[in-house]
Every structure is written in C-alpha cells, then in structure tokens.
C-alpha cells in the first residue's frame, strides 16, 4: 500500500500512522442528548466493506494529517487531500 | 458413530472403508427455533451448548461459504486465561476448563496440547506489570508462575538473553495454557452438534433479516428466506455489515491480522512464547513448523491479507528475540479479518433489536475464547440474560462507560 502524499509524494504506508474513520465530529457542547451524542461519536464506526474516508498522519515525512478514501475491500487508494479540506472536495 | 480405540481397530481390519462423514451437510428447512449465523468456532460452538446443555435442538448454523474457512482456520491457535480484569478473567477461565475437558465431551481429538503460555519480560516495570498480572490470576484461582531469567534459560537456551537493547529478564508463565487444533476444533464442535439434530448449512448467505413490526423473524439468505425465534449472529470480521442489515450500529472497525508459518524443523520450541519488547509470538506445531504472527496491520481491512510493513516488523522482532529463526524459511502467511472492539474486549449481549443477539467483538484473542463464548451465547440465547461470566459483556458499556479496557488504550481499535 502506497499513499500520495500532497507534499511529499508517492510514500510507503509504513510512514503514515492510522487515526481511523474521517467522520469523527466531536457534537457541540449546546447539543441535544449530549451523552448520546458522545457515545456515537467516540464508539459507533460506520466500518464498511469498500471505500472508506480515513484520517492518516505523514509521521516520517511532512507531519501533514491526509484525508484518504481507500477501498477496505482491496487497499486500493483512491483519492488523498489534506485532512482540513471537506470530504470529496 | 462413536470415536474409540474400538472403532479405530475396526475401521483397520475393514481397510478404512467404513467411516461415515462427521456431520451432515444439511438443506436448509423453512424455519427453526434458532437460526445461528457464521460457522467458525463461535457458532458451531453455541450450536452444541444449545443442543447439550439447553436442549434447545431445532437449531440451523448458517454459514455463508464453508465451516471453518474464516479465523477459525486461520489463527495461531494460542488459547490461554492470563487475563488482568475481574470482568474478563473467570470467562477465559470457564474457556480454559472447557477446554481441558473438550476432547470428552465432543468425542472428538482436538489436539488440546497445554504446553504453556510464557510472556518475556525485559525490564523492571514490565516485572511489574506482570506481577500485578499474575496475582491477579492467582486471586482468580488461574495458575500462574513468574520465572527469572535463569529459569526461561533452562526452557528456551536459544533466546537472545543479552540482547543489547532488550535483554530478557525472565517471564509470566501460565503452564495450563497452550494450543489446540484449530480446524479439529470445528469439525469436532460441528460433529457433536449435527449429531444432536442441529443443521449445518453451508454455501448460505445472510443478505437481510426478516421483521415483523420492529422484531426479527428470520433471515434473507442466499438460499431463500428462513424464519426463526431468535436470531444469533457469530459472523466475526463481518459482525459491523451483518449488524448494519437489522440497522445496529456497532463500536466495532474490521481489522486485519497475519500470521505465518515456517518450514518443519525439529522439536525446537516446547510452548508459546510472547516477546514482550515487539510484536512477535511463537509456539512449534506437532507437524514441526514453527507457527508465528505479530501485530494487526492497523487499518480497517476486509481483504484478508495484510502488507509487507508488517512483515517486515514480525520478522525483526522475530530475528531480535530468536535470532537462530533467521535460518528457517517461512512456508505460507496469510490474513483474517478481526472484528476490533472499540476497548479490545467482545461483547454478547442482546441487540436493540427484538430477536437478534450478538456476538463479536472478538479481536485476536477470540479463538481461545471459543468454548466459552459458545456456552455464553448459549445461555444467552436459551434463556435471554448474561451468563454470569459474560456479565461484562454488554453492548451498553461504551454508552454507561464501563469499558473493559485490559490495555489501557482508550476507544482505538488498532491500539488494543
Ligand atoms: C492470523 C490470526 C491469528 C489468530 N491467532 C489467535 C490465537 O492464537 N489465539 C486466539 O485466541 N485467537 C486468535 N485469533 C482470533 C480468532 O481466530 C478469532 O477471534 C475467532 O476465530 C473468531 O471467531 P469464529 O471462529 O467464530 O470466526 P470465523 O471462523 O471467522 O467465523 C465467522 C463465520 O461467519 C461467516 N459469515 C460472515 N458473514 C456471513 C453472512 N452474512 N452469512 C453467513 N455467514 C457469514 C464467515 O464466512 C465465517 O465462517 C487469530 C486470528 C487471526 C486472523
Ligand atoms: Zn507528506
């Protein structure tokens, strides 16, 4: 598995460490059923068979957090942006 | 047909030509009263607990492709109880005397072999925490000895005990631990269960599940719809997208793991051992091959195969622990899919759903756990409460947070 940094290039993914799922939203504080809320967002994973938008970090290159879909399926990478970019953009 | 010195001497004279399949490959019948879905270990197992010890007979194990082909063929088939938590601790216990008296009660050889389990230690506060460990074992009535170095020598002389950064300082070792056969374990646990009348039905799907207002009454599958009182699911590395069929989330991500198996060499290794400054264990099957793995890759996986990384990592720790392995050619490695828990630990409970019960949450240790998760699930199914030993296993912990967390990790499920 190889990942295209936007920095630093076509990288080896033993230099990325894996954070997991990119749709992790912590929920306002104002939220309703804010303990419910919580459990979802630390807890529950969507964790699907095919494309997956993962959050990974460059650790051993630029220090950037990417936005990686891949497909859990194959591994095959099918799109890398920067974490702080919206999904798909 | 009962298994015995008499039926082998038998079937010899005979010339081997009347043994019978060991279970019956059934069709699926329109209903049952319990439908298990996924027949690795778990499943086959809460079969035969259902039939024996609950009575509970019109039972079909649903399998999507063959019996055993999923991590209940593809583990290191390590099974200990060295566990630190009170919630976990008298559960791999039961495990463990289920397995000592597995062979009897299946009347099936599953070649439970308790050689020992030996955790290495390499420095004073991993002493420590090994100690705390092993008391607690202790307290748990689970044996436990904590050897030093001069006595992991007289086992393991070929060791790298001065090794520079990591020298080994001694070890936790369970002597009851040890491994079993991995695929006798399913077809011993499928045999004893077809032959109390449970079907096993293989080459069957689950696509869906039947409702009836918000309850469950059976399943789609890829063999037609199947009703059934109450519906268990044992799909392990799939429990997240069977779950998402009855719309249960999960705190559950799917994880790959690999391990590996070198060419025969003589008797070299005489129990499993864990290296405890990298990620590597090893234990020597009866055939001779050394059988080793290390770490899950760390990203969610359905693939079953991992990537070179990690390779890379088992061999270097393998090569700092027991550099003579270097020599040895490695035969075939492979892949499972784990269902990783968001605190490491399973979970058998019911589902927010009427009519579907839940079991996964397994991670790498699940195969150990297989009698023991397979009596719970069990009970659970018969009589719709926790057995007392699963009682830490509800699905509300994450919410209530009363996490089973034996390594202190926090919700990442490729930490634990
Ligand atoms: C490489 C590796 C090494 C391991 N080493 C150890 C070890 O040393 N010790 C230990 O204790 N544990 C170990 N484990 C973990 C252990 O193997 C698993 O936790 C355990 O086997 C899971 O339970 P199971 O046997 O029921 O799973 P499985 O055998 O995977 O059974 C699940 C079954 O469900 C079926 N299924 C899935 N979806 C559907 C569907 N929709 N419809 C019908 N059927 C379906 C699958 O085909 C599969 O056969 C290891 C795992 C791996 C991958
Ligand atoms: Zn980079």
Known sequence: MRIECPFCGERDVSEFAYLGDAGYRRPPADSQGLAERFYEAVYLRENPAGPHQELWYHAAGCLSWLRVTRNTRTHEIIAVGLATQAPGS | ?416
């Open chain 2, 1 to 416: 047909m009962r298994y015995s010195i008499f039926s082998l001497l038998r079937q010899a004279l005979a010339g081997h030509r009347g043994w019978e399949p060991a279970w019956r490959d059934a069709e699926p019948k329109p209903a049952y009263d319990v439908i298990i879905v996924g027949g690795g270990g778990h499943g086959l197992a809460t079969a035969h607990y259902l039939a024996k010890v609950h009575g509970i007979t019109d039972v079909a194990v649903l399998e999507k492709g063959w019996i055993g082909l999923g991590n209940a063929g593809r583990n290191t088939t390590i099974i200990r109880s060295n566990y630190l938590l009170a919630g976990n601790n008298p559960f791999y216990e039961l495990s463990m005397r289920l397995w000592e008296g597995l062979e009897q009660d299946l009347n099936y050889n599953t070649m439970v072999s308790q050689r020992g389990v030996l955790n290495l230690y390499h420095s004073d506060s991993q002493r420590d925490s090994y100690v705390r460990r092993g008391n607690a074992m202790r307290m748990h009535g689970v044996d436990a000895e904590l050897l030093n170095a001069r006595d992991v020598r007289r086992m393991l002389p070929f060791l790298d005990f001065e090794n520079a950064r990591f020298p080994i300082q001694g070890g936790l070792l369970q002597p009851r631990g040890g491994t079993a056969r991995h695929d006798a374990v399913v077809w011993g646990y499928a045999r004893a269960a077809s032959g109390r009348g449970v079907d096993i039905v293989q080459n069957c799907e689950v696509t869906g599940f039947l409702r009836e207002g918000g309850r469950i009454v059976g399943v789609r599958t890829s063999r037609g719809d199947i009703s059934a009182r109450k519906v268990g699911m044992a799909v392990a590395g799939n429990t997240s997208s069977v779950a998402r069929l009855a719309g249960v989330r999960l705190p559950i991500e799917s994880h790959v793991l690999q391990a590996f198996v070198s060419e025969a060499v003589k008797p070299l290794i005489p129990c499993v051992v864990t290296y405890g400054a990298g990620h590597f264990y090893v234990s020597q099957s009866d055939k001779g091959g050394l059988v080793f793995g290390g770490n899950i890759d760390g990203y969610n996986s359905y693939a079953q195969r991992g990537n070179l990384p990690t390779v890379e990592d088992v061999c270097e720790s393998g090569m700092a622990l027991m550099p003579a392995i270097g020599r040895v050619r490695i035969l075939r490695s492979w892949g499972g899919i784990m269902d990783m828990s968001m605190d490491g630990s399973p979970i058998i409970d019911r589902t927010p759903v009427e009519g579907l019960y839940l079991n996964g949450g397994w991670c790498y240790g699940g195969f150990k756990a297989t009698p023991a998760s397979g009596y719970c699930f069990a009970h659970l199914l018969a009589r719709d409460e926790p057995h007392e030993v699963a009682r830490a296993y509800r699905l509300d912990r994450f919410a209530a947070g009363r996490l089973l967390d034996e390594k202190g990790q926090g919700p990442q499920p490729n930490l634990h």
